[in-house]
């Protein structure tokens, strides 16, 4: 009997053991859960600066900053380093971001896709060298032999609106009506761009020679910006006479077809690359060296940049701390596409990161993410909520408008039946099963945020060739195109965008300028059953799918683990929720780290720390759940649990493994 009294009494002992560890483990993990908050929140507090930026950009001028606020003579004038905030926009996260400059970037092969869309403008030259000490100006040029322009950009320099013969610019579009498209044209006299020299030196800035080898005309009739170039002189420190100075980097640009979409976004393509392969640390201000008259567009401008002015509106000379000399939008490749026959498709930012390919760019896609983020419409909600109401078509039309002082108001047809064709598809629509939007997409009438809204919430976009379909490129990855081309518009331009953005792209040519409704409504049948009809009822089969499967997984697993039946149901319950998001497919990887990249977008911090972090403290936590001894416990454990790897993880005493979709953000950064 004695060794049944000793078992019983070692039982009792063992019990007893096992109640208090149960009483003690909780509170332990508690208490470092209580140390995880605080010291989670200490990093929040530590990290409040927003948007953080590229690295700044080589500027000899900017650690001197002209103390007396660079005013008279300039160059007589003691400097001191100064560190003032920048009132500048600063660039915001674009999912499809991948660097321009670095010392890890190298120079792209000519006539490669990066040299076309991207940073080939690799070769510097220096025209007037930067001398150390801060004195005197600076003037170099960035070359593309891929797209035969340049970049150009200095330092300590002057543009006088009084050598600048053309229109002020700016005025209402009833104002001017009439006025010639020569007057609103800059002409240059000799000495419009002046820099400074950081020794007597005086003459031209550069010499024609230069100007053949580096800013070619290519065949455009008026290349303003070598005629700006041209008219520049070098002049002595201390002769470089400006009535006011704008400190920070400025953007001078001459538009051409300014009221017209697709050429106002080869502008705007074209001022976007300048201020990346410049490496601006924030978006920089923009002068018109033009005399055009407001437009509707003018706004996008606005929303795109820091501040955006007309050079005429200067009282008299004015200097720049560092200006930049934006390249015609004739000299893009949204433009030279046209005429010059080069091999390069589109492809997601996430796939050239794992493997670079020469042949493909995500640089139209990030230029569309670029436009999207300056109205605040790069956001989770809108991408994801495109099918949760049914299937948008968007029908972009062509109606008339008053566009520029020179057009009449009428819109040259190019579907001579537009209207039957639109009316033929919104009843076919209502005859479908499942549910189908046509959207009816009157640009000329909407906001530039409305027109960007409906093309990321379409699901096909169809329209006549016109430049509304230049919108394509802030189109999501998924959609659809069909254009319906007249005879007497035989064009690629938005073939070729939707290549170059990798979007699935079907055309109808017309013998004329008259479209038979039924081949249309055949054509666009055929696009949503190939992509869009059983896309939608797919994923909600998919969905339910996997919410029954996430199920059936969790309780199986849960009860295999769990020491008491109604601990297996409580920790099967919460399994649905964390199985189904762990199986989805289409997520990053599993439910935390997608949160947890939600979380930092609206927090404006840096993704990759905050992710490992939450994600991970969710994702380890959840494991928790199959062993809690009590129901009570399977609802609080899989809080606690997770905080202790997750915090040794945050000191560096242990490796968290994490989701493909987490090393990818830590990459992206």
């Known amino acids: 009997m004695m060794p049944v009294r000793t078992y019983h009494h070692h039982h009792h002992h063992n019990n007893s053991n096992n109640h208090r560890l149960r ?37 000899p001028e900017r650690d001197a900053v002209d103390a007396a606020g660079g005013g008279g003579g300039g160059g007589a004038v003691d400097r001191v380093r100064v560190e003032a905030p920048s009132s500048q926009k600063p660039w915001p996260r674009l999912p499809s971001f991948l660097p321009w400059t670095s010392a890890s970037v190298r120079p792209p092969p000519k006539h490669s896709c990066e040299g076309y869309f991207g940073n080939g403008f690799s070769r510097l030259v220096d025209v007037l060298p930067a001398r150390g000490g801060g004195v005197g100006g600076w003037f170099r040029c960035h070359h593309s ?25 700016g005025e209402p579009l009833d104002q001017v009506m009439g006025r010639a498209e020569e007057e609103e044209l800059p002409k240059y006299e000799p000495g419009a761009l002046q820099v400074e020299a950081a020794a007597k030196r005086t003459g031209p800035l550069v010499e024609a020679g230069f100007l053949d080898a580096y800013v070619p005309t290519g065949g455009i009739g008026m290349h303003t910006m070598r005629s700006l170039l041209d008219s520049g002189r070098v002049v002595p420190p201390g002769e470089l006479h400006c009535s006011q100075w704008v400190e920070e980097p400025t953007l001078l640009v001459t538009r051409f077809e300014y009221a017209n979409l697709f050429h106002t976004i080869t502008d705007w393509y074209s001022a976007y690359v300048s201020s990346r392969v410049t490496d601006l640390p924030n978006r920089p201000n923009v002068v018109f060296v033009d005399g ?41 490749a949204l433009f030279k596409g046209l005429s010059e026959s080069f091999s ?75 209207k039957e064709v639109y009316d033929a598809i919104e009843g076919w629509a209502k005859g479908q099963k499942c549910k189908i939007n046509v959207i009816n997409g009157l640009f000329a ?103 029954w499967g996430g199920w059936l997984w969790a309780r199986w697993f849960a009860c295999l683990h769990a020491s008491r039946r109604s601990t297996c149901l409580v920790a099967a319950a919460w399994g649905v929720k964390w199985a189904w998001l762990m199986m989805d497919a289409s997520s990053l990887g599993i439910m935390p780290v997608s949160f947890s990249i939600y979380v930092g977008r609206r927090m404006e911090l840096e ?51 994490i989701g493909k979709g987490m090393v990818d953000v830590m990459e992206k950064d």
Not at 155 to 163: A, I, Q
Request: charged share 20%.
């Open 607 to 657: 993704l990759a720390p905050v992710s490992a972090w939450l994600g991970g403290l969710d994702a380890v936590a959840w494991s928790g759940l199959w062993t809690a001894p009590r129901p009570s416990d399977a609802a609080v454990l899989p809080v606690v649990t997770g905080v202790l790897p997750q915090y040794m993880y945050s000191l560096g005493l242990m490796p968290l493994p």
């Open 23 to 59: 009483r003690i483990i909780p509170r332990v993990l508690l208490a470092v859960f209580a140390i995880y908050a605080v010291s989670f929140a200490a990093y929040l507090l530590r990290h409040q600066s927003p948007h953080p930026h590229p690295h700044p950009a080589a500027d």
């Open 445 to 547: 009438h909407m906001n530039m945020k409305e027109q960007l809204r409906a093309i990321q919430e379409a699901s096909v976009v169809i329209g006549a060739h016109g430049a509304g379909l230049t919108h394509l490129v802030s189109a999501t990855p998924d959609t659809k195109v069909l254009e319906i081309i007249s005879s007497m518009y035989r064009r690629p331009h938005f073939a070729l965008i939707s290549h170059w953005k990798s979007l699935e792209y079907h055309a109808i040519n017309l013998p004329g300028s008259y479209a038979r409704v039924t081949d249309v409504i055949n054509e666009l049948s055929n696009i949503l059953k190939g992509g869009g009809q059983h896309k939608l009822r797919g994923r909600k089969r998919e969905r339910k799918k996997k919410e």
């Open 344 to 418: 390069c498709e589109g492809a997601s930012a996430e796939s050239l990161r794992e493997k670079p390919d020469h042949q493909k760019t995500a640089r139209l896609s990030e230029f569309g993410e670029m436009i999207l983020a300056s109205f605040d419409l790069l956001r989770d909600d809108i991408l994801s909520s495109k099918t949760s109401n049914g299937l948008n078509v968007l029908f972009v039309r062509r109606e008339d408008y008053l566009a520029h002082p020179r057009h009449s108001g009428k819109v040259e047809s190019r579907l001579s039946n537009e």
């Open 145 to 169: 032999e891929t797209l035969r322009s340049s970049i150009c950009e200095g330092g300590r320099v002057r543009l006088d609106p009084g050598l600048i013969a053309m229109s002020r610019g």
């Open 292 to 332: 055009h008259c407001k437009a509707q567009l003018e706004q996008t401008w606005e929303a795109l940049f820091s501040n955006v002015t007309y050079v005429k509106n200067f009282s008299g000379p004015v200097c720049f701390r560092h200006a930049i000399l934006s390249p015609l939008g004739y000299e893009t």
